[in-house]
């Protein structure tokens, strides 16, 4: 594969995706089962970018459960974006470091 | 405008109120330049990726893609769908800007990842471009710099440090998903149902596919029956 067309095209099409709404996009003018399937596509991409994929990430599936279930008490105890990762990063490193 | 109203505006202001995203963005740029030399990329790739595409997301699962055999036009396919988003925040974070210059909001535009449009949208008042502008530089710096220093140094990381590293996509969208979930129901739905489609999916087809599908299908399926719902009376 060509990587740096790849690069490129991923690049002008996450722009794109950036910055038309700046100048043209109205959705406030799109049907209401439109706005709404927009509203819950990063939801479901999130959704499937986690599954299987955290529980199929080295080394096992125990390991991934244990990601999983830190960034969601961190969440569920009001953290935000910074709070989830350092605090998943860092108590899964101290978790590898007594377990492998 | 006065003095203190026009320095609580400038770029500069929004390059240190953008100082906690930066933080954020270092385990995960680390992670992302560590994956990006496992993966068997150059120092070149890996940093152009980060400095054109400038979106975690999509970078980290271009290389799960990659590395899983995906061709380019899956690629490009995923990363339009996960970038969709962004076409909502874009429009949402014009509403929070007073308006300026084109070129100004174009430059702007590149810099909008989940984050810089999260701490615009959620000031009180409306702001300038160039504080968004501040926001972006302070955010892109930190991606860029960590995502090489990851690409050299990840080697170097005790093993329990590389071990967990390897999560840090997981912990990234983890962190963008989680707190969006425990908030609307309706994102908690479309989630699992995408996530349990994607592992049934995933069974048969590459993960090139079954994530755009699993995607696709779910949100179909949530739209259709919150509709059904409303119908009904229900509600929504």
């Known amino acids: 594969m060509n990587m740096l067309l790849l690069i490129i095209g991923m690049g002008v099409i996450t722009y794109v995706t950036r910055v ?8 406030n003018r799109l049907p209401v089962s439109v706005q709404q399937a927009l509203q819950l596509i990063p939801y479901a991409a999130l959704g499937a970018l986690l599954l299987p994929g955290a529980l199929r990430s080295p080394p096992d599936a125990w390991f991934g459960m244990l990601g999983l279930c830190i960034a969601f008490l961190i969440a569920f105890t009001g953290g935000r ?14 978790a590898a470091f007594f377990i492998y | 405008m006065s003095n203190t109203a026009a320095l609580e505006h400038s770029w500069t202001t929004g390059l240190t109120q953008g100082l906690p995203i930066a933080a954020g963005y270092v385990p995960a ?8 030399a496992n993966s068997g990329l150059s120092i070149f790739e890996t940093a152009l990726m980060s400095i054109i ?16 055999g995906a061709g380019l036009y899956s690629i490009w396919i995923s990363t339009f769908l996960i970038n969709i988003r962004h076409l909502l925040m874009s429009a949402s974070a014009k509403q929070s800007l007073f308006s300026d210059s084109k070129w100004k909001q174009a430059v702007l535009a590149f810099g909008l990842t989940d984050e810089v449009f999260a701490l615009i949208s959620s000031r009180r008042n409306k702001t300038t471009v160039f ?45 963008l998903l989680f707190p969006a979930i ?33 995607m696709a299908a779910s949100v179909i399926i949530i739209v259709y029956v919150s509709s059904f719902k409303q119908k009904k009376g229900g509600q929504p």
């Open chain 2, 131 to 175: 504080f968004g502008i501040g926001v972006f530089l302070a955010a892109y710096i930190s991606w860029v710099a960590f995502s090489c220093a990851g690409y050299y140094f990840g080697a170097f990381f005790p093993d329990y440090l590389q071990i967990s590293m390897d999560f840090a996509l997981y912990a990234l969208f983890a962190a």
């Open chain 2, 53 to 68: 595409i400038f979106s975690g997301a999509a970078q980290y699962m271009a290389i799960g893609l990659i590395t899983a």
């Open chain 1, 81 to 94: 974006f910074t709070a989830i990762i350092c605090g998943t990063i860092g108590l899964l490193s101290l």
């Open chain 2, 29 to 36: 740029a680390l992670g992302f330049g560590l994956l990006g």
């Open chain 1, 20 to 27: 038309v709404p700046f100048f043209s996009l109205n959705i």
């Open chain 2, 182 to 214: 425990l908030k609307y129901r309706m994102a908690l739905y479309t989630a699992g149902l995408s996530a349990a489609i994607n592992t049934f999916l995933g069974i048969w087809l590459s993960s090139g596919w079954a994530i755009p599908a699993a």
